[in-house]
């Protein structure tokens, strides 16, 4: 069993920047596909970002609202996967979710689930 724990979330100001680490345990994260989703207060989840397993021929995505300015990336001697966050809004402001499915090129069916990091741009 795979698990997953988020953290790097805190409080910075607008402009600033925030690194995201979802670490796994039990498994290898090289096998997994790995998103971040968000949740803001009173919306719905979204996706964020997406690493395909190691080794498919998926390609990683961005949602348009952070191309640019959002970077994921993974560590498999880590087994960790990073969300590099610049150039923060505050409408990036949610907790921050990853989860993960084995084998796959997309995030799509995620079997497992971090219980997220909150994340607060504000001035």
């Known amino acids: 069993q795979l698990q997953l724990v988020e953290s790097g979330g805190g409080l910075v100001q607008p402009g600033g920047s925030l690194r995201l680490s979802c670490a796994g345990s039990g498994r290898g994260l090289d096998r997994y596909a790995v998103g971040w989703f968000r949740q803001a207060s009173g919306k719905e989840r979204e996706g964020v970002s997406c690493i395909p397993a190691t080794g498919s021929v998926g390609r990683t995505y961005y949602a348009d609202s952070v191309k640019g300015r959002f970077t994921i990336s993974r560590d498999n001697s880590k087994n960790t996967v990073f969300l590099q966050m610049n150039n923060l809004e505050s409408e990036d402001t949610a907790v921050y979710f990853c989860?993960?499915?084995?084998?796959?090129?997309?995030?799509?069916?995620?079997?497992?689930w971090g219980n997220g990091t909150l994340v607060t741009v504000s001035s």
């Open positions: 989860a993960a499915v084995w084998g796959s090129p997309f995030c799509a069916d995620l079997e497992f």
